[in-house]
T-cell receptor
Framework: ETGVTQSPTHLIKTRGQQVTLRCSSQ?????VSWYQQALGQGPQFIFQ???????GRGNFPPRFSGLQFPNYSSELNVNALELDDSALYLC????????????FGNGTRLTVT | GQSLEQPSEVTAVEGAIVQINCTYQ??????LSWYQQHDGGAPTFLSY????GLEETGRFSSFLSRSDSYGYLLLQELQMKDSASYFC????????????FGTGTRLTVIP
């Protein structure tokens, strides 16, 4: 059973640029969530995708957008990067049931300079 | 607003028992979860309480009191590998598996 994989592991971008982060969900999981974790903080929910549709969103501006593909992999896109976007971005997959545990990937460390 | 409060740091001796408390104030409540995260690693699921009471999984137990908006994680027979950050998290939205996480408790296990 393959776990959640994310790419790239590290990324450095300049303020104002755009970035795309990728996530492959665990086999058999059709729900993907994205979280932002600043240093020393807990993960913050960005949004969730279920069967290619967004079905929940946290308090993040529209420049954070996402996609889920038919194979349940997912992308997180961030436009007009700001310095405060520097964080660890975590992808988590789960089966469709809402009470199921989240299976996290190791994340992408994004640094915005 | 929404808030989850848990101690920022706890130190305990190997072999001992430690309890990490979590109090919450959220707009919705659909269950309390606990996750463990080692430095540089991914959060991993430990336990979930939807109803009041104690859930036990091996050395770890978790408790919930919805009337007190309070829960705790109990770790028994502490091992050095238990040194990590522990997060409580509340599911705040029905129909979606999104979680509101606390700021985490850093547990250090000493010999």
């Amino acid at each position: 059973e393959t776990g959640v994989t994310q790419s790239p592991t590290h990324l450095i971008k300049t303020r104002g640029q755009q970035v795309t982060l990728r996530c492959s969900s665990q086999s058999g999981h059709n729900t993907v969530s994205w979280y932002q974790q600043a240093l020393g903080q807990g993960p913050q929910f960005i949004f969730q995708y279920y069967r290619e549709e967004e079905n929940g969103r946290g308090n993040f501006p529209p420049r954070f957008s996402g996609l889920q593909f038919p194979n349940y992999s997912s992308e997180l896109n961030v436009n007009a990067l700001e310095l405060d976007d520097s964080a660890l971005y975590l992808c988590a997959s789960s089966p469709g049931t809402v009470n199921s545990p989240l299976h996290f990937g190791n994340g992408t460390r994004l640094t915005v300079t | 607003g929404q808030s989850l409060e848990q101690p920022s740091e706890v130190t305990a001796v190997e072999g001992a028992i430690v309890q990490i408390n979590c109090t919450y104030q959220t707009s919705g409540f659909y269950g309390l979860s606990w996750y463990q995260q080692h430095d540089g690693g991914a959060p991993t699921f430990l336990s979930y309480n939807a109803l009041d009471g104690l859930e036990e999984t091996g050395r770890f137990s978790s408790f919930l009191s919805r009337s007190d908006s309070y829960g705790y994680l109990l770790l028994q027979e502490l091992q050095m590998k238990d040194s990590a950050s522990y997060f409580c998290a509340v599911r705040v939205q029905t129909g979606a598996n999104n979680l509101f996480f606390g700021t985490g408790t850093r547990l250090t296990v000493i010999p």
